[in-house]
């Protein structure tokens, strides 16, 4: 009977530690998690950079940052950033195909199991309905 409560005691225990892990937003803070393109035109690509803070106390390391799709290149900075200081994850997105997209990031920082994801967003325009669009912002 001891050990069946000295087991489901440290069961428990272990329980509760596990439930108190660091999440990302401990480490870093972004300026945003969303960024909307709006209409952009077929072909051209587009980039965007989502800027962080680390609001540690220590310095922190982007292990890596993953695109949805290959029509996503992300790029993050490969050095510690130290506690205070701000980066970013810069989002570049190809456009290829027209319509609507919307693709995420998920980015690991070490230490932490919990990914942060962020997200870019818009709409692809051919090359005739983009110039009807951009006529239509003339007016």
Request: with cysteine; net charge positive; proline share 5%.
């Amino acid at each position: 009977m001891k050990t069946l409560m000295l087991a489901l005691s440290v069961m428990l225990l272990s329980t509760s530690v596990f439930s108190q892990a660091q999440k990302p937003e401990d480490l870093v803070e972004f300026k945003e998690k969303v960024y909307d393109f709006g209409k952009i035109k077929q072909g051209v690509p587009v980039n965007h950079e989502f800027m962080f803070t680390n609001v540690s106390d220590k310095a922190v390391v982007i292990e890596s940052a993953t695109a949805s799709c290959g029509c996503t290149t992300p790029s993050w900075p490969q050095a510690p950033i130290a506690k205070g200081k701000t980066d970013k994850v810069k989002a570049g997105f190809n456009a290829a195909a027209p319509g609507a997209f919307t693709k995420q990031i998920t980015i690991k920082v070490a230490g932490v199991q919990q990914p942060t994801v962020i997200t870019i967003k818009g709409e692809v325009l051919n090359a005739d309905a983009y110039a009807q669009f951009e006529k239509s912002k003339g007016k």
